[in-house]
């Protein structure tokens, strides 16, 4: 006759009878697995159940994965239910996530990318309907936010844009200068320097060191602030977010962005000047004479036109990203990213149409 004793709980085999009996409790229960696996159970047709004295889920789920189908005698009404109650339940498994075909992948990101445009769409909406709001009422204006965000944009912004201007200058005229040594044109440089820098390289340049510099500013104070909770706060107070925020910065880029296109210029085509006498022998007179003569005014007012564009591009999308925070500083980071990314790529491709139209209306 097997039998199995253990401190608790016990079980012992009389024929077709099984006498079960102990504390069927989770801290008895630590090798009573085991010791389960051993018996057999043919044969057995019955279980004596008088002999449990206590019984939690941990000791029903054993009995049920063990006992079950077995009759049962003498078992106390609060275990068979116990029992009765875990056996009814279903241990299911964490679900993994079905794979995604391409198409599905594709189209999740096509229609996400397509929220995204509208939710853009609407929030420029919002930001004209503001400004036209403050246009045509001057009293509404956030003035001092409009200088404080002109001085951090613009003022601010002097020493790198100018110098990374006049860098540019100075590479594009030392590019040209073995070029146009060669066949005896060194006075063309001047031509070289001044439309590439007032027509395309100027203002491109410019728009990218400021949405890598205020564009990403933007995003990261209005993020902040709604992580902070404090653009709820000013909704709470009266104070509307997109007069207080977003058209303050639209307004001082507006207007930060094509003084510092010009002063780019400046810097740009002082730098090339400088190149050119070093390299070609051009002298400042000369090269003075040259692009006076030679770039008109239309190339100058091409490139300043531009500034207004990606200006408006730069803070509408700083701003919009800055709403779309929702989280922690992890978010912060990640629309701050996402905000540089955008901006940029929009202004190329905002700079690529303005070439075409150009091209077509001959200027």
């Not at 008088?50 to 939690?56: A, N, P, Q, V």
Request: with cysteine; net charge neutral.
């Amino acid at each position: 006759m097997p039998r199995w004793r253990a401190k608790m709980p016990s079980m012992e085999r009389e024929g077709a009878l099984l006498r079960l009996s102990g504390k069927w409790n989770a801290a008895e229960l630590a090798d009573a697995e085991s010791r389960f696996g051993q018996l057999s159970l043919e044969g057995v047709e019955e279980i004596d159940a008088k002999g449990i004295e206590s019984m939690d889920t941990a000791g029903a789920w054993l009995y049920s994965k063990h006992f079950a189908g077995i009759a049962a005698i003498g078992m106390k009404r609060e275990h068979a239910d116990l029992v009765s109650l875990v056996s009814g339940m279903k241990v299911e498994g964490p679900v993994g996530k079905s794979a995604q075909g391409f198409l599905e992948k594709a189209g999740r990101a096509g229609w996400g990318g397509f929220e995204k445009l509208l939710e853009m769409l609407s929030f420029i909406g919002e930001a004209s309907v503001h400004l036209a709001r403050s246009l045509t009422s001057p009293s509404r204006m956030r003035w001092k936010p409009i200088l404080h965000n002109l001085q951090h944009a613009g003022f601010d912004a002097l020493p790198i844009a100018g110098l990374l201007s006049f860098l540019m200058g100075v590479v594009i005229s030392y590019q040209g200068a073995e070029q146009l040594a060669r066949y005896g044109a060194n006075i063309f440089v001047v031509n070289l320097v001044g439309l590439s820098m007032l027509r395309e390289l100027g203002p491109l340049l410019t728009a990218i060191i400021i949405a890598g510099r205020s564009g990403s500013a933007f995003t990261a104070q209005i993020g902040t602030m709604k992580v902070t909770e404090e653009i709820d706060a000013m909704r709470t107070i009266g104070i509307a977010p997109m007069e207080q925020l977003v058209l303050p910065k639209i307004i001082a880029l507006l207007i930060a962005l094509p003084l510092l296109t010009v002063y780019a210029d400046i810097m740009g085509v002082m730098g090339g000047m400088m190149m050119s006498s070093f390299e070609l022998g051009v002298s400042y007179t000369d090269f003075i004479d040259r692009f006076g003569s030679t770039i008109g005014v239309s190339a100058f007012l091409v490139g300043v036109g531009k500034a207004p564009v990606f200006a408006a591009i730069i803070a509408v999308v700083g701003c919009f990203q800055g709403f779309q925070v929702s989280g922690g500083a992890d978010s912060v980071g990640m629309q701050t990213t996402r905000s540089v990314v955008q901006s940029i790529f929009y202004v190329i491709v905002a700079d690529a149409i303005f070439s075409v139209i150009f091209s077509l209306v001959n200027l």
